[in-house]
């Protein structure tokens, strides 16, 4: 069995980063996104000041498999590196991804 990675803070957030644009670069992801977070396209600078943003947006990723994998095949990653990201970036997840 392979090991998983260790994510930093500062790379989990640069991953949570790219999974937001990965979203934007599609208007019918990025619409569901705001749809079900209740954010308007104007709220998201405010909203990426919020330290629960980011680790959010992971949870929002790693709740939809093909989403999460779709991501992670475009990222290179494997699909669970994703959720150890987002446990890097602490408190808990809103959905059981495990």
């Given at each position: 069995?392979?090991?998983?990675?260790?994510?930093?803070?500062?790379?989990?957030?640069?991953?949570?980063?790219?999974?937001?644009?990965?979203?934007?670069?599609?208007?019918?992801?990025?619409?569901r996104?705001?749809a079900?977070?209740?954010?308007?396209?104007?709220?998201?600078?405010?909203?990426?000041?919020?330290?629960?943003?980011?680790?959010?947006?992971?949870?929002?990723?790693?709740?939809?498999?093909?989403?999460?994998?779709?991501?992670?095949?475009?990222?290179?990653?494997?699909?669970?590196?994703?959720?150890?990201?987002?446990?890097?970036?602490?408190?808990?997840?809103?959905?059981h991804?495990?």
């Amino acid at each position: 069995m392979a090991r998983l990675p260790v994510f930093d803070q500062d790379a989990a957030a640069a991953l949570a980063a790219r999974a937001l644009g990965f979203l934007a670069a599609d208007s019918e992801r990025l619409g569901r996104f705001f749809a079900l977070s209740g954010l308007d396209p104007a709220d998201v600078r405010a909203a990426a000041a919020d330290p629960g943003f980011l680790p959010s947006v992971l949870d929002y990723v790693l709740a939809d498999e093909t989403l999460l994998v779709a991501f992670a095949e475009q990222e290179g990653l494997p699909p669970d590196h994703v959720g150890v990201a987002r446990l890097a970036l602490g408190g808990a997840p809103t959905e059981h991804w495990a």
